[in-house]
């Protein structure tokens, strides 16, 4: 089961966004526990024997007893997410990047922190080699080198792997972001398509080939450069990776 906690001084505040994230958990009858704290030295003398998997807090100008507390949840906890509301005035320090991922929320409400929440829970149930989203009424999580490409419309995304074609509400963008953080070889050609590069079998100025004979269009020259710059790099180490084996 998967680990939230919650970091909030004030009670309506705490209770809010504790309810609204349970409710969309509830919603896709999906089973999370659940920790509540009231500052920093509440979470810390916790950390050791229940380290969250989720954390939402908010954090000001230079909240140093937060921030200390947070990265002790992170060495405990290598997998961490970091979901924050901040005031307009907090400038990140440089050592925020080792909380990553961390996600801001640009609001207190019911759709931020369920789009957040969502987001999170699928970020954490993913490992390196594959993906996750949510059909009703369960999460999916397909191999990586199974997905030959993501298609957009509007806010919904369709996946299209070797064995199935789902349907799931997550924008592009943020896809795009989450397979970035895999460091996998899925390439942008379009505003509305994202393809892995491991089945690409051609391309031309305006379209890309995949090795199952589809054809999916290329929208803009930047994305073409970008296409053409990522397979040469490909294909520039796999020729060193060969001449390597072959002195081997």
Known sequence: ???FAFCYERDELL??????????????????????????YELQRC?????????FYDIEKEDSLMRSAVMMAKRKNQR????????????????????EPMYVLPGISRKYLWTYAALAYET???????FSYYVRPEYFHIPLNEIRYFASEGRRTHV????????????????EMLLRQKNCQFLRIHKSYLVNAGYISGYSRDYVMLTTG???????YEYYKSLTDHLQKLKNTKLVRRRQYSEW
């Open 15 to 40: 209770d809010f966004v504790k309810n609204e994230v349970l409710r969309c958990f509830q919603q896709r009858d999906v089973q999370i526990a659940v920790m509540c704290y009231h500052n920093a």
């Open 1 to 3: 089961m998967i680990n």
């Open 160 to 175: 299209v792997s070797a064995n199935r074609r789902d349907t799931f509400y997550r924008k592009l963008d943020v896809v």
């Open 80 to 99: 961490l997410i970091s979901i924050i509301s901040r005031g307009d005035d907090y400038i990140p320090p440089a050592e925020d990047v080792l909380l």
């Open 124 to 130: 954490i149930l993913d490992d390196s080699d594959s």
């Open 47 to 55: 950390i050791d024997c229940n380290c969250p998997d989720i954390l």
């Open 214 to 220: 589809e054809q999916l269009r290329i929208s803009r």
